[in-house]
């Protein structure tokens, strides 16, 4: 899984930096682009809050959670794990399934709170919204990264809206997708070792990624 570590290093940053996003939100008239988009909005407005009260003081593991928790409440890691794992998801039984959703969580959070170490003055622009598909309810939220040295990165996260709530299911960083690039790298481990041996996989990757936050 190794091939995914630079894709994580800026998605997970973007996630971050959404939470520093003032511009505001240009709606679309479809009411299910507003309220995916206002879920945006209030998600950064909660963490831009949390930030504002630790201002100058060092990035400590309870800071990493609290911003944390403001966040993964908005991310449908169910679908996306779905999503990841395509055909292989049918192959799992309602306990692995399980336990690879709570695994990838876990993954995707512990990787995460490292980057709130990287950040060092980019600013986010965000775009617009739009809803794109009906049944399901899918929408997206278009921004961009600016930074002070290299290229714009083009940002779309797209939300699906399910028990009447809009979350977060997958992120295009630079034309490149979170799920696809998951999927690859868990469907080669899936083949080559069968599902219980990606799930053994993943366990280390969390305990690793674990280790790599508490020592940050």
């Known amino acids: 899984m190794r091939s995914t570590t630079p894709f994580h290093k800026v998605w997970l940053l973007t996630v971050f930096l959404l939470t520093l996003a003032l511009s505001p939100v240009v709606y679309a ?24 009260q630790h201002e100058g003081k060092p990035v400590t593991p309870a800071l990493k959670k609290e911003v944390a928790d403001a966040i993964v409440p908005h991310i449908d890691f169910q679908t996306m794990s779905a999503y990841v794992m395509a055909s292989y998801w049918r192959q799992m039984n309602a306990a692995q399934q399980k336990e690879f959703t709570k695994l990838f969580e876990e993954l995707l959070i512990k990787t995460y709170s490292n980057a709130l170490n990287q950040y060092h003055g980019q600013t986010v622009k965000v775009q617009g919204s739009q809803q794109i598909s009906q049944n399901p309810p899918v929408a997206q ?9 290299g290229k714009d990165i083009p940002i779309i996260y797209a939300l699906i809206r399910s028990n009447k709530q809009w979350r977060i299911y997958n992120i295009y960083v630079d034309g490149v997708s979170l799920i696809l690039n998951y999927r690859q790298s868990f469907g080669n481990t899936a083949s080559e070792r069968g599902i219980p041996g990606l799930l053994r996989e993943l366990r280390s990757k969390v305990a690793e990624a674990g280790n790599e936050a508490h020592g940050g």
């Open 29 to 52: 008239a479809d009411d299910g682009a507003a309220a995916a988009a206002q879920v945006v909005q209030n998600m950064t407005n909660q963490v831009l809050q949390i930030l504002q």
């Open 141 to 149: 939220v278009n921004m961009t990264i600016q930074q002070a040295q």
